[in-house]
């Protein structure tokens, strides 16, 4: 499929106003595919020019220019040529479109659990021309009328409100990239809150888990509506509010108007702790800024695609941190999300937050990463501590006056913050939004007779303008957190001139900034005494984010990182600090560390976790995060095969479905559960995410067969679902079984470009990933990777994802010597 660039994105903007889409669809006939009959009504700037319609249909029937029939032989790819415009034009087409199995398009879906069949559509990034003809990118907006017929009982939703017999009202102008739907034995749950309707779906093996949490969804929807609001001056502009939590979803989430679409994952059928349930709040949240940022206002084009995700990530984590009961999301922020701009932004990809250009919509999918996300969310909320939140929301309101149902660029977002604030932005936006790379603070310190005689914060990198928090601690108190204005290489804090010496001061207290930090030579001294005890989450975080930061940059050794563990862990209260310290040692550790030393590496680490798992509250998520952590990095076979079984389980922890799965993976990679555990597993939970973790267990099995059936399905199989190739990928390589998978590193390089082609681009990316060699840490892992990417018939999305994993070898290989 051709990718529409943004040079002919622009030249047909300029041409183009489009009016209209009707759009009808028959999903009652067969397994392969759907019809599709389009009407869209559009007006040209000069009659007689020509343009282009994107369609990717399996069989194209026919199209209809202003009443004359257009030769369906002359579809070029995903194109169909449209000659001789009139100043006012209406184009019919019809079409078979085929369902997706890739999240992409229309996806269809058969439960295991019961049978039964689900249809949703995921038009992003520019899927919509899967789905429907249509003129496919961001800013030629138009309003869309929906038809869908469905067979009998099932349920249709659409952006729309339903008016009846499939019909949904036609809805404000929408971007192609938004329109959805979802059908089938769908089972709802319905509410209403400040005159909008509220609805909540998900297919019916997961209705008694929906229903368990419906309150909590509503209630968090609810808050969240009121929150924005106020902020915002602005209320709700698409009608009905539905969120659909739907089967083998790509993303997270996507903002669709009035019918939010989610990965059915956030439905949990299992016990969870408060950090996953604090996360599915921010992605409601996030989703819901978008209504606004995206929705109401688009962007031009993908190359301001921070006015989305970056104000999304922002105002998601800040309104569920104001709106709801999860009021330490920037905690979690902290630790877990900054840290994947961080790492995004020190690879030779890296990007502006907000880039000059994007060439076509195939790069801009590479640009959804840890910079716009968490890089752009830390931009504005230092952002926002320089300007105030008065002047902060005053222009977005303005911006959202300005633009409302239209499309919108980081110039016309500057000027409006300019007129609401005095300030003069365009010297920010270029050091912030068009210059990428990290900057790093930390505090350097003269004394004097117990005082501080001096205390300087030097910057390294760009350099930029922060706006800082300093901490000084006497042991886990906070005495003091000093305001400051970093400008320049070094900015002194004339404050701390002459006070008494702290154990510990902590540059970016509060976490306000996007920045590494490095602590002075007495506060790294003190933190493994002082770490256990503070009271503030967040400054824990960001000492904890300090410490993995280091490590990962080679200037601590793991070895700091684990007596850090074993000191401070067991006393850790934050279950999200615990998940995300885990994580993130547990990845550093597989990559950093030659096997021997690794697998020594691990007990302390395994010890930690079970300390923590005798002191946490029964039951709770303190206890669950620990248990979690303990089952990633054991290696005591009995251990794991006696909680499966019933023994030696801790009180109060119950080995429910997802925590079985999670031990039977741990197991099949230490070869003490083999393909009956597996099966005898899936026989007791027959749904889709059992087949899932059963693909991956089977992945992961250390025998010859499962890594060549495993390296099959990767490679050349399109009849398996996105979720479940994922599923083999993430489950394929472990350092435990370097020998056994040392053959396929040369494969990988060798057969994933052709691999990559078979599939849509996000699933190819995804794959990938997650199927790299990452393991494989050596010299000639890193030669193979460079002779991959010497290659000229390699796609955008994977030459992306092997620079990225060539430099995580290359960090690796420094940290081993």
Known sequence: MRSLTRAEAAERAELLTVDSYDVELDVTGGPESFDSTVTMRFRATRPGAETFVEIKPAELRSATLNGTPLDVATLDGNRLPLTGLAEVNELVVEAAMAYSNTGEGLHRFVDPADGETYLYAMSFLDAAQRIFACFDQPDLKAPLTLTVRAPEGWLVAGNGVGEGDGRFATTPPLATYFVSLVAGPYHARYDEHDGIPLGLFCRRSLAAHLDKDADEIFEITKACFDRYHELFGVRYPFGKYDQAFVPEFNAGAMENPGLVTFRDDYIFRSAVTDGDREWRAVVIAHEMAHQWFGDLVTMRWWDDLWLNESFAEYLGVRVTSEATRFDRSWTTFGLRRKASGYIADQRPSTHPVAPEEVVDAAHALLNFDGISYAKGASVLRQLVAWLGDEAFFAGLRAHFAAHRFGNATLDDLLAALAEASGRDLRGWADL????????????????????????????SGAPRPHRVGLGVYDGSALRLRVPVDVEGE?????????????????????????????????????????????????????????????VRDGESSPADLIALIVTALPLETEPLVVEGVLGMTRDLLDRYLEPVPREIALQPVAMACARLLTTAPPGGSLQLAAARGLVAVSTDARLLTGWLGGDGVPEGLRIDTDLRWAICYRLAVLGAAGPDRIEAELATDRSATGEQWAAKCHAALPEAAAKERAWRILTTDTTLSNRLIEANAAGFWHPEQADLTRSYV??????????????????????????????AVAASTRKAARALLARDDVEPGLRRVVIDADDDLRRALAARR
């Open 490 to 550: 070094r900015t002194e804090v004339a404050e701390l001139a002459g006070e008494p010496l702290a154990d510990l001061l902590l540059v970016n207290s509060g976490d306000l900034t996007f920045a590494k930090v490095r602590l002075d030579p007495a506060s790294t001294a003190a933190v493994p005494r002082i770490l256990p005890a503070l009271d503030d989450s967040l400054d824990r975080a960001v000492l904890w984010a300090t410490t993995l930061d280091a």
């Open 432 to 459: 912030w939004l068009r210059r990428s790379g990290v900057d790093t603070l930390r505090a350097e310190v003269t004394t004097v007779e117990g005082t501080f005689k001096s205390v300087h914060i030097v910057q």
């Open 746 to 775: 040369d494969k990988y390089f060798a057969e994933m470009p052709a691999a990559a082609r078979l599939r849509t681009p996000w699933v190819a990316d995804q794959v990938a990933k997650s199927a790299f060699p990452r393991y």
